[in-house]
């Protein structure tokens, strides 16, 4: 029979996953980088590795007092808003370039693409120099563990990285499943549009967040 402590432990846990998946669960820069690699079976097992493990550090600080530290230093937000708006709308210009392109998934020749550090490399830009993945993990996710009783905190932390980890393991295995569907060049043509799009919208977004406009 579960004691007190350990169904409270399972409730925080809980508690973090559903936060991290609610806000981990959505087309942006970081997710369509790992399954554009993951439609093209380009170096999969150690993107994901490293975005999962990204996700847990960050939350992991948050939690311990980094969101009360960007919190008090507004002009630190503006900088990272202003960084990250010029690499989101640099992504998408690249990626409305490669949707009038005319270009297909090859099964056959999966590692054909980015080399191992060109893909560590962008995977380590779209997480670690996109403020969203701060907001979310280190603002949002942070703040609320963070509000946790200190002996729940773990709990809090692992549930939430649970989730990412879950989330970026079917984004990049699970989009093989997809592969037959994008050996046609229009499925990549609209992939990539719908990329671009999202790019060039959260650009705009941080624009808006670095201007302080409501």
């Avoid at 004691?3 to 925080?12: G, I, R």
């Avoid at 970081?30 to 994901?48: D, K, S, T, Y």
């Avoid at 603002?139 to 905190?153: C, K, R």
């Avoid at 699970?174 to 799009?197: C, E, H, M, N, T």
Wanted: glycine content about 10%.
């Amino acid at each position: 029979m579960p004691t007190p402590d350990s169904a409270s432990s399972l409730s925080v846990f809980l508690n973090g996953l559903a936060l991290s998946l609610g806000l981990i669960v959505a087309i942006g820069a970081q997710n369509a980088f790992v399954l554009r690699q993951g439609l093209r079976r380009e170096h999969v097992g150690i993107i994901v590795l490293f975005c999962a493990l990204a996700d847990a550090a960050l939350i992991a600080l948050g939690v311990m007092g980094m969101a009360a530290v960007i919190g008090e230093r507004p002009l630190l937000a503006q900088v990272l808003a202003w960084a990250g708006a010029a690499f989101l709308l640099y992504y998408g210009v690249r990626a409305m370039r490669r949707a009038l392109q005319e270009h297909r998934l090859d099964g056959a020749q999966p590692g054909q693409g980015l080399s191992r550090t060109a893909a560590m490399a962008q995977a380590a830009a779209f997480t670690l120099l996109n403020p969203h993945v701060y907001l979310d993990t280190v603002m949002l996710v942070g703040s609320i563990g963070a509000q946790q009783p200190a002996a729940q905190q773990g709990w809090f932390i692992a549930g939430a990285s649970a989730a990412s980890a879950l989330w970026f393991s079917l984004l990049g295995f699970g989009a093989r499943w997809a592969a037959p569907w994008f050996s046609k060049p229009q499925a990549w043509k609209l992939l990539d549009a719908l990329i671009a799009a999202t790019m060039f919208v959260l650009s705009a977004l941080l624009v808006r967040l670095a201007l302080g406009t409501p």
